[in-house]
């Protein structure tokens, strides 16, 4: 009996020592500790967006000419007002000036006729006194009478003369600035299309020609973009919003929705969207943007604040995690009540509690509930 119980000792201590040298290792594993946060939930653009400036101008002269002064050139910045470019108007700068000579002399008519209209009153006021004391004859008085309704209407006449004279002047000065070229705002100069010498001309109906000056006012910017026409219901102005640009990566800029189309864009028939434009809040002190700068936004539907959340990209189907037991040193299977969402971030309900390790990378060869695991 003595010998049987050495021999089963022996055979028990081989057959442990081959399980345990021959049991699988545990497998490492990276793991996610279960903290509180911010979650949003929010609509993204389908595709790519640009960066458009909220004024911008092709700048066309309403007339032919040749280009006599360029005044400003591409990147400058202008003041609203400035004149950019003149064409050659020695025409119509002699038109204004005979029109100005024109506007002095009726002006002098009208203040001579007048004065003789006034005197031609006096004349008759003082012949009514006469007449009543038969001093002069009726044939006289009426004579007067008659002289001084024709210098009145003589004065009324050169008064016409002179609105007409000011009407010719007004009209020089708008011939004269149809051939200028001044900025309707303030802006900076994108492009210019002439050179001095050069003759330009005014865009024919249907006939798109470049402009003569292209002006963007980059102090105001926003992002054109579509959004998918299932989330474009939930959206509504002035919600809050996050831009990216693929210029600044790392970065992101505050930003709310301003405009929502009032149709359903159909270029692609598998995927109609809306468009949506997202105006940049102030940004003094911020980085320079370039208008055609591709962008993406994310408008924020709602938001909570300081919740339990976890990575988007470690719950399995169902909403589960695998939760690591450090007790036993093995991963195990948990069902959890979900919230709010998005790609980065889901809140956690139920079924976790702060503290708790999940496994991070669901694509760990060999993790699986119920495997031994080491945390790395």
């Excluded at 400036?53 to 990147?75: D, F, M, N, Q, Y």
């Excluded at 309704?149 to 600035?177: G, N, P, T, W, Y």
């Excluded at 492009?191 to 024919?204: A, D, M, R, W």
Aim: glycine share 6%.
């Amino acid at each position: 009996m003595k010998r049987f119980l050495v021999v089963l000792s022996v055979l028990l201590l081989v057959v442990l020592g081959g399980w345990y040298f021959n049991r699988e290792s545990p497998v490492s594993v990276p793991l996610y500790t279960v903290s509180t946060g911010v979650v949003e939930q929010i609509a993204a653009n389908s595709r790519a967006g640009s960066v458009r400036a909220c004024h911008r101008s092709r700048l066309a002269l309403p007339k032919g000419g040749r280009v006599e002064h360029l005044l400003v050139a591409e990147g400058d910045r202008v003041k609203q007002g400035q004149l950019l470019l003149q064409l050659y108007a020695r025409e119509q700068q002699v038109g204004l000036q005979q029109a100005e000579v024109d506007l002095r002399l009726a002006e002098l008519e009208r203040q001579q006729r007048c004065h003789t209209a006034e005197l031609a009153k006096r004349e008759l006021a003082r012949a009514r006194g006469l007449a009543a004391k038969k001093l002069i004859s009726g044939e006289q008085l009426d004579k007067l009478s008659t002289d001084a309704q024709i210098q009145s209407l003589a004065c009324e006449l050169a008064a016409v003369e002179l609105e007409k004279a000011a009407v010719s002047k007004a009209r020089a000065e708008v011939l004269l600035d149809d051939m200028q070229l001044r900025a309707p705002y303030a802006g900076i100069v994108a492009e210019i299309n002439g050179e001095p010498g050069e003759f330009t001309t005014p865009s024919p109906p249907g006939v798109a020609t470049p402009p003569a000056v292209d002006l963007i006012d980059d102090s105001c910017l926003y992002v054109r973009a579509p959004i998918d026409e299932v989330e474009a219901a939930s959206l509504q102005v002035d919600q809050p919003a996050r831009i990216t640009l693929d210029a600044y990566r790392g970065e992101s800029f505050e930003g709310r929705l301003s405009r929502i189309a009032p149709y359903v864009s159909e270029l692609e028939k598998q995927a109609r969207t809306v468009d949506v434009d997202v105006l940049f809040n102030a940004r003094e002190g911020q980085r320079p943007l370039l208008v055609g700068y591709s962008a993406d936004v994310e408008i924020i539907l709602s938001q909570r604040d300081a919740v339990l959340r976890v990575p988007t990209d470690t719950l399995l189907e169902g909403d589960r995690v695998l939760r690591f037991n450090a007790a036993q040193g093995l991963l195990e299977t948990v069902n959890v009540e979900t919230g709010l969402r998005n790609w980065s971030w889901v809140e956690i309900r139920s079924g976790l509690s702060a503290g708790d390790r999940i496994l991070s990378r669901l694509d760990t060869e060999g993790a699986v509930d119920g495997a031994r695991v080491i945390a790395e």
